[in-house]
């Protein structure tokens, strides 16, 4: 059995990919496993640290706000777009996959649409409740299209009906000891708040919840793990020194760059403030977690928000857009959800109700079943 994944771009396009891989090289330890994706991009580095053999297309999306770089960026972009074809049919012939599945990211449409010309069996997943322009191409050529939530049914044309999955999610997100977590981490008898806003850090986040850590900081109340991101490591302290917040020596103030223990962190949160990329919602599901969400208004097609509000519509998660987004507001949130206990409860009750934690082994089943079909 050789499977063909096509990824890249972000985290939440190759992070599942590879866990799908890692599944089924459990199962099959003596299947053959290829990448295929940008040598530029952030999958050329993740799918080689996951141990996987990488095969390189350069390839690039079309930049859609209309300045002059982005223009001879287009071009750029349509340039390779006209160039890829050789280059993967080449490997779709030398490694003759009997599928390839496609998780997102602009090389996965070039990937998936030759493939399926070529007869082999394709694979289509989507994260995001609203799928992206990829997914939405593919879908009415793939012989499946696995979703990570069925809201994203009603913007897809598919060749075949589309499957709900889930997402695959971290087995240490999964089997993390929420005691072990508390006690590592000293959060104690406090309410733990853990707040990020990507690897880089989203200066509203940031300056925001300074105002957040400047306000409960002195009440002794809670245990608050902040990554700032590294945009945010100069800014965050400046913007405590303009409050006048002093939390040197506060060992329940637990500020940093990034968040390497993700999986401690969310075992002992009881509320997380964050953004609503389809890796983070679907580890705050899986763990069962209360959440204030900020979604990203930089993404393609608000993409992000789509995703928040169904967590919103299900009594899982307080929204709160950016544009909206004020330290008072945020503290309001906050206060509102301590104050209520029985409400932070319900939230993260409800997001676990969200979970669907066999993503792994639906989606095998599902890549299973079509290579017996074809068999």
Same mark, same amino acid.
């Given at each position: 059995?050789?499977?063909?994944?096509?990824?890249?771009?972000?985290?939440?396009? *190759?992070?599942?990919?590879?866990?799908?891989?890692?599944?089924?090289?459990?199962?099959?330890?003596?299947?053959?496993?290829?990448?295929?994706?940008? =040598?530029?991009?952030?999958?050329?580095? @993740?799918?080689?640290?996951?141990?996987?053999?990488?095969?390189?297309?350069?390839?690039?999306?079309?930049?859609?706000?209309?300045?002059?770089?982005?223009?001879?960026?287009?071009?750029?972009?349509? @340039?390779? @777009? &006209?160039?890829?074809?050789?280059?993967?049919?080449?490997?779709?012939?030398?490694?003759? =996959?009997?599928?390839?599945?496609?998780?997102? %990211?602009?090389?996965?449409?070039?990937?998936?649409?030759?493939?399926?010309?070529?007869?082999?069996?394709?694979?289509?997943?989507?994260?995001?409740?609203?799928?992206?322009? &990829?997914?939405?191409?593919?879908?009415?050529?793939?012989?499946?299209?696995?979703?990570?939530?069925?809201?994203?049914?009603?913007?897809?044309?598919?060749?075949?009906?589309?499957?709900?999955? %889930?997402?695959?999610?971290?087995?240490?997100?999964?089997?993390?000891?929420?005691?072990?977590?508390?006690?590592?981490?000293?959060?104690?008898?406090?309410?733990?708040?853990?707040?990020?806003?990507?690897?880089?850090?989203?200066?509203?986040?940031?300056?925001?919840?300074?105002?957040?850590?400047?306000?409960?900081?002195?009440?002794?109340?809670?245990?608050?793990?902040?990554?700032?991101?590294?945009?945010?490591?100069?800014?965050?302290?400046?913007?405590?020194?303009?409050?006048?917040?002093?939390?040197?020596?506060?060992?329940?103030?637990?500020?940093?760059?990034?968040?390497?223990?993700?999986?401690?962190? +969310?075992?002992?949160?009881?509320?997380?403030?964050?953004?609503?990329?389809?890796?983070?919602?679907?580890?705050?599901?899986?763990?069962?977690?209360?959440? *204030?969400?900020?979604?990203?208004?930089?993404?393609?097609?608000?993409?992000?928000?789509?995703?928040?509000?169904?967590?919103?519509?299900?009594?899982?998660?307080?929204?709160?857009?950016?544009?909206?987004?004020?330290?008072?507001?945020?503290?309001?949130?906050?206060?509102?959800?301590?104050?209520?206990?029985?409400?932070?409860?319900? @939230?993260?009750?409800?997001?676990?109700?969200?979970?669907?934690?066999?993503?792994?082994?639906?989606?095998?089943?599902?890549?299973?079943? +079509?290579?017996?079909?074809?068999?």
């Amino acid at each position: 059995m050789k499977i063909l994944f096509a990824c890249g771009g972000t985290a939440g396009h *190759i992070n599942p990919a590879i866990a799908t891989a890692n599944y089924i090289k459990k199962r099959h330890p003596d299947a053959g496993i290829l990448f295929i994706g940008s =040598p530029k991009g952030m999958e050329a580095r @993740l799918v080689r640290e996951a141990g996987f053999d990488f095969a390189p297309v350069e390839i690039k999306g079309i930049q859609r706000r209309l300045t002059w770089h982005n223009v001879w960026y287009n071009f750029s972009s349509l @340039l390779l @777009l &006209t160039t890829c074809w050789g280059k993967i049919r080449h490997v779709l012939e030398r490694f003759s =996959p009997d599928a390839v599945v496609g998780t997102g %990211g602009y090389v996965s449409g070039p990937v998936l649409r030759l493939a399926s010309k070529m007869g082999v069996k394709t694979v289509a997943h989507e994260s995001n409740a609203y799928p992206g322009v &990829t997914t939405r191409l593919v879908a009415k050529t793939a012989d499946k299209v696995l979703l990570a939530v069925p809201e994203a049914a009603d913007y897809l044309e598919c060749r075949n009906p589309p499957v709900v999955t %889930g997402s695959p999610v971290r087995e240490e997100i999964l089997f993390a000891d929420r005691d072990a977590a508390r006690k590592k981490l000293g959060v104690g008898e406090r309410v733990c708040i853990l707040s990020f806003g990507g690897s880089l850090g989203a200066e509203r986040i940031n300056r925001a919840m300074a105002q957040v850590v400047a306000h409960f900081a002195p009440t002794g109340r809670t245990h608050h793990i902040h990554a700032t991101g590294s945009y945010g490591v100069q800014l965050f302290p400046d913007c405590l020194a303009e409050l006048g917040a002093e939390i040197n020596g506060d060992a329940h103030m637990d500020i940093r760059e990034y968040i390497r223990d993700m999986a401690d962190c +969310l075992a002992a949160a009881d509320l997380v403030i964050c953004r609503a990329g389809a890796m983070t919602l679907t580890e705050l599901e899986a763990a069962g977690r209360a959440s *204030i969400l900020i979604p990203s208004p930089n993404v393609a097609e608000n993409h992000q928000y789509r995703n928040a509000v169904v967590l919103q519509n299900h009594d899982a998660a307080v929204v709160i857009e950016e544009k909206e987004l004020t330290g008072d507001r945020l503290i309001a949130a906050i206060e509102t959800l301590l104050n209520h206990p029985q409400q932070l409860a319900r @939230l993260g009750q409800n997001a676990a109700q969200l979970a669907l934690i066999d993503a792994n082994e639906r989606i095998y089943q599902e890549i299973m079943e +079509l290579l017996k079909k074809e068999a």
